[in-house]
């Protein structure tokens, strides 16, 4: 008698709506990592509707193609409109496929093609930050920083002609916060992406995932790294095009 009613106990548990199996076919790590990564979209999507809505308010705005008109580090200060971060969205956009590579590599169990295309991987997130980094320096140098704009010969050049002083000044610190903010944020977001490459890259030397029978740690960092490169899409949008 005992045993039917063990054995009746344990089909119950084994139901989909008993809690014994997931209703959902993925793994928990990736879901939660998804679910982490759509908190993360709502909050880029408040910072980005907020540049949005102050943008598009306000009587002026700074033109892009004149802000971002040099390649910081050489000797180009003038008439190179988006060339530098044109570079900066290439190199992410390389480290995103890259990562890809990884991720495959991983399915196949191939360590040593996983350890190159993640080191790869690693190199080009650096690369973007020490872009981003002349980038900062070269903005500041010109007067722009969080609640700081240039003075106002200056901030002429960055604007077209006939706009009055008041509303140059007025929608350049409104530029300045929000740049510095949501660029600084999703710099953040490269920078942790680059520290966990590296500590994944590090499991994968040690040989911790071909020990498991599984790579699925870096199908997970994968997908926070595409969507660091995806929000950037956004970001280059909204500052650098629009």
Sequence with gaps: MSTVVTQQVDEVKSTPWSGGRSPFNVEYGKMMMWFFLLSDAFTFSSL????????FSAPTWPTPSLVF??????????GAPLVFV?????????????????????????????????IATV???LMFLGCQ?????HLHSEGFWWSAIPNAETLKEFFKEGVPLGQQQMSSHQFANLFFTITGF???HVFSGVVINIIITINV???????????LMVE??????????????????FFYLV
């Design 48 to 55: 980005l509707i907020s540049y949005g809505a102050l943008r």
């Design 69 to 78: 008109q040099s390649v910081p580090g050489t000797s180009i200060e003038h």
């Design 86 to 118: 044109g570079l900066m969205t290439l190199i992410l956009i390389l480290s995103s496929v890259t990562m890809v590579l990884a991720v495959e590599a991983g399915h196949r169990n191939a360590r040593k093609e996983v350890v190159g295309w993640m």
């Design 123 to 125: 190199i080009g997130g």
């Design 133 to 137: 980094a002349l980038e900062w320096n």
């Design 186 to 188: 999703h710099g953040f």
């Design 205 to 215: 030397l040690l040989g911790t995932y071909e020990k498991r029978g599984s790579y």
């Design 220 to 237: 997970k960092v994968g997908l926070y790294w595409h969507f660091v490169d995806l929000v950037w899409v956004f970001v280059f949008t």
